[in-house]
Structures are given as structure tokens and as C-alpha cells.
């Protein structure tokens, strides 16, 4: 018997270890000699471990065998303590799972008995669980009454292992609901607690959430900092999930940099740890993220590679929230191909699932998501009607992030919907709250979008205010793909006021940007751009030469939105050059390409083009 306690004690440490494996064999072994000694109590405590390494490793079907096990044992011995203990398990099983009114019910279920056994430790366990499935369903206000409830447990009973757990817990809602500073002092806090009780892997988890704070701070040298020091101390102790969940959030922050070589070694080597270690669910999440960055090199076809791996494998697995964001993103990357109505299948497959699980967060990520398309396709009423839906939700669950998100969705919407008065006004509230939540990205990307609304209307003075403040904050932070984007709109400003000679100097500096951090579709629009610069200057053949260029990349990156803009303006600097023949045929296309795109005013402008040529 003891023997059997023993080996369950060495699989329970590896497992936090992150040693899966020994885990397993060592658990195994510890089952085998307990079935042999009729330990019952015993084996509900290994059966037990086995949830948690099942847990750990993304094995959920595994994991909820397991505490099934446990807790029919342990019903039968009459181990209530032990029962309401395979209960929680089967909670977290079925959080991880996404199904989250069982989950709900089970850690429900679970804290009664402990109430009534006078349990205190236990209960607070049970609180812990409630609040993370709160915290996943975007209730805030019940997560943080649980966590909080949780925290006053471990205050009375002393137990300053869970009390600064729950604390982290507290940090993570207010990083939801973009409270980046409270989250920060939280956590920093915690990072004390930690390294004063030398709880080494507590210690850890705390410096990668402030890594992950201080990215979204646009603090990105101080992020890194600490995310490598909560990788030195995973290295040390053998966390290897810990270790692979820092690399996720390095790849991250070296995303918002744009540094994009790095995030994708980042994230790399986090999918072949998770892989390793068996981790399916951080394998299907990573692999979001790595197909995002994908996204943002213009390499479509590895993101949608990687997209569709992700949504497989949490499909699979039954985790409903992993996979909703997988079709999500996977729905963004088919926006920037121009692939619209894919974009709206995946979108709306993932709002189904988002409303099921009742993620009221992630259903207004897929809204805004549906916005922006139905906006490319023209639809700007549809689009308007979507943003504004979000917005109410981000606002109903306190996700302050999410709400401005949602207005600069919403002021695009109105901008092309002809409402300019609206545009701004919702641009002007997504600048406030950018700024009160210091979402420094979310501010450079709402002034860049200001701007270009003043320069559509003649307000160039305006306009170039907004977008000088927009390109230094871009340049202040780091943000190379943000820079990039708001010299290409200074380019344009330029353009608009008659000042070629700037617009192309402007258009040449955004270029070089584009090449350094490999985003390609970035390159082709700036191109684009630099070929109007060029007709504008009555220089035709670079115009050409330039236009033709963009138009190369769009067709390899399958950009066909973009590609549809530029066969028409190829059409019409052929026009100039006197080749009819090959503006015929450079505008034919346009038309063709706009009216899949939806491009309406592209394809009218194309027609009118053609008819001119025919008559």
C-alpha cells in the first residue's frame, strides 16, 4: 500500500514537472500494485493524477474517464471529501472542453458538499474552478465574486499557496477586461509572494503574465525581460507546459513588433514542446497564433495551413472555445485574400459556437469579424448593424479592449456607409478609450483611421495632423507594420495635396519597411500606391513598371481585392501609353476580379473604361 502511495506521490510532482510521461508510467504502476493490494482508497487518489495529467496534456476524453473513475470509487468507500476532489476534476475537464454549463454544474455540485463537510480548502479549489469558467463564458462580475470569495478562504485558513493563485486569477479578468494597469500591480505583487515562498513554478507563471501585460502596455523590452526570465526558471524545473505557454506569449509580443522571423521561431519551438508533452489543446492555440503571423507576411497558404490543423485538432478534442477563435482567425486570413463569403462561412461557424458556449466575448470578435466583410462586399448597412451588436456586448461584459475594437469597426462601417459625422464620432470614442486603457496599438491604428477619413473629405491639414501623431507613436513603440501602414497613408496625403516629389519619398520609406519585416502584402498595396504617384507625375512607364510589380505579388499571395485595384489602374496607364489592345484586355480582368470581390466601384469604373474603348 504504501508503495502504491508512493508511486502516486512521484507521478502527482512530475506532473507538475511537466514530465508527462514518467507521469503516466509511474501512475500506471502505482494503479497495477493498488488493484493488487485492493487499495481502493488509493486508487481514487491515482485515478485521480491521471485526470490531472490528462488535463495537462489535452487528453480530455482520457482525463474525464479517469475522474469518472475516481468518483465512482470514491462514492462507493464513502470518501466525501475525495468526491467533491473527482468532481472538480471533472469540472475542469469539461471547462477545457467547452462545455461549460456541466462544468458549471459539477463545480456547482462540488462546493455543496464541501460547504457541508465543512471542507474550507477544498471549497476554495472549487471557487478557483468557477471562476476560471466564468472568467471563459466573459462573466467578469461572477468570476471576480468567485475568485474573490476564493481569496478570503485562503486569507482565514492561511494558505498563501492559493490565496496568491487567486490573485493571478484576479489579474487575468482585469487583462480581459483591458485593465492593464491594476493587472500589472496584481502581478507584480504576486511575483513577490511567489519568490518569498520560493514556489518556483508560481514565481514563473507570474512573470510570463507580466510579460504579457506589458506587451499589451506597448512595453515590449520589459516584456521580453520577463517573459525570458519565466523561461529560465521553466528550463530549471523541468515546466515544460509552462515553458511552452512563455514561448506562445513571446511569439506574441514579437507579432505586435512585427519582428515576425522571431515570432515564428517563438511559436515553433512552443508547438514542438506541446507536441512532445502531448498537449493538443496549446497545440491547436499556438497554431492559431503561428497562422496569424503567417497572416501578417502575406504567407496565406501556411496560415491556412496552420488554421485549419488547429481547427481540427480542437475539434477533436472537444474544445469548443479553442476552436472558435481557430475559424475565426482562419476567417480574418480569408479576409485579406479577398475570399469574403469563406471568411463569412468560418465567422458564422464560429459565432454558433461562441453563442452556444455562451462566449459572449467571443461572439463579438466573430461580429466585428462579420462587419469587416460584409463591409468589403459592399454590405455597409449589414456591416453597421454587426459592429453595433458588438459593441453593445463589449460593453455589456466590461471588455473595454473589445469596445474600442468594435468602434473603430463600427467607424470604418459608418465611413463607407457615406455617415462621416458618425465615423469620426466613434473614431474619436475608440481614440479615448485606447488612450484611458494605454492600448498604445489600438491608439496608432484609430489616428491612422481619423486621418484617412479628414483626407477623403478634403481636410488635409487635419489629416496630416492626425497621421504625423500616428506615425510617431508607431515609431515610438516599435510597431514596424503600423509605421509602415501610416507613411503608405502620408504617401497617399501627399498624393491628394499635389506633392509628388513627398508622396513618393513617403511611398519609398514605407516600402523599404514592407521588405524589411517581409509583409508582402503590404509591399503590393505600397506599390500601388507608389504607381499612382507616378501617373500623377505623368510618368507612365515607372507607374507601369511599379503597378506591375504589385500586381505580381497579389497574384502569388492570392490578395484578389487588391489585385482587382490594380489590374484596373494598370488598364488605365496603358490607356495613357496608347496600347488599347492591353488595356482591353488589363480591364476585362478588372472587372471580372471586382465583381467576385465585390469591389462594386472598381468594376463600375473598369466598365465605363471599356466602353470608352468600344466607342
Known sequence: ?????????????????????????????????????????????????????????????????????????????????????????????RWHQSRYDEALSRAREALAIQREIGDLAGASGALYVLARIHARTARYARARECALESLEICRRTGDRHGETDDLLTLAH??????????????????????????????????????????????RHDAALAHLAEAIRLQRATGDRYGEAETLEAIGRVRRRLAQYPAARRALK??????????DLAAEGRTRTLLAEVCR??????????????????????????????????????????????????????????????????????SL????????????????????ERALALHREIGDRHGEAESLGTLAHARWRLGDERAALA?????????????????????????ARIHRNAGRCDEALALVTRALALRREIGDRRGEGDSLNTLSRLMRRRGETAEALDHGHRALVIRHEIDDRRGTADTLDNIARAH????????????????????????????????????????????????????????????VKTGDRESAETARGLLASLVE
Open 535 to 594: 501617373a500623377d507625375a505623368g510618368d507612365r512607364r515607372q507607374a507601369l513598371r511599379h503597378a506591375l510589380d504589385a500586381l505580381e505579388i497579389q497574384a502569388g499571395i492570392g490578395d484578389r481585392w487588391g489585385r482587382g485595384r490594380s489590374l484596373l489602374l494598370v488598364g488605365e496607364i496603358q490607356l495613357g501609353l496608347g496600347r488599347p489592345d492591353e488595356a482591353r484586355a488589363s480591364l476585362a480582368r478588372a472587372v471580372r476580379v471586382c
Open 269 to 278: 519551438d512552443a508547438l514542438r514542446i506541446e507536441r512532445e508533452i502531448g
Open 296 to 365: 501578417h507576411q502575406a504567407a496565406f497558404r501556411a496560415a491556412v495551413r496552420h488554421s485549419r490543423k488547429a481547427i481540427a485538432i480542437l475539434r477533436e478534442i472537444g474544445d469548443l472555445d479553442g476552436e472558435s477563435a481557430a475559424r475565426d482567425g482562419l476567417a480574418r486570413i480569408c479576409y485579406y485574400m479577398a475570399r469574403y463569403r469563406k471568411a463569412l462561412r468560418h465567422a458564422g461557424e464560429a459565432l454558433r459556437i461562441r453563442t452556444e458556449t455562451d462566449d459572449r466575448q467571443g461572439q463579438a470578435e
Open 426 to 450: 466613434a473614431g474619436i470614442e475608440a481614440l479615448r478609450i485606447h488612450r484611458e486603457t494605454a492600448d498604445r496599438y489600438g491608439e496608432g491604428e484609430v489616428l491612422d483611421l481619423l
Open 1 to 93: 500500500i504504501a508503495q502504491g502511495a508512493s508511486l502516486a506521490t512521484v507521478a502527482r510532482i512530475q506532473c507538475r514537472m511537466g514530465d508527462h510521461a514518467a507521469a503516466l508510467r509511474h501512475a500506471g504502476e502505482a494503479l497495477r500494485v493498488q488493484l493488487e493490494t485492493g487499495d481502493r482508497p488509493g486508487q481514487g487518489v491515482t485515478l485521480d493524477v491521471l485526470a490531472r495529467v490528462g488535463l495537462r496534456t489535452g487528453r480530455y476524453w482520457e482525463a474525464a474517464g479517469h475522474a469518472e473513475e475516481s468518483l465512482r470509487i470514491r462514492r462507493e468507500i464513502g470518501d466525501r471529501r475525495g468526491v467533491a476532489e473527482s468532481i472538480v476534476k471533472i469540472a475542469l475537464v
Open 368 to 387: 466585428d469579424t462579420l462587419s469587416r466583410n460584409h463591409r468589403r462586399l459592399g454590405r455597409n448597412e449589414v456591416a453597421v448593424g454587426l459592429a
Open 173 to 218: 479578468l482585469d487583462r480581459r477586461q483591458a485593465r492593464y494597469g491594476r493587472a500589472l500591480r496584481t502581478a507584480l505583487g504576486v511575483l513577490e509572494a511567489k519568490r518569498e515562498m520560493d514556489d518556483r513554478t508560481g514565481e514563473a507563471e507570474a512573470l510570463t503574465l507580466i510579460g504579457r501585460l506589458q506587451g499589451e502596455l506597448g
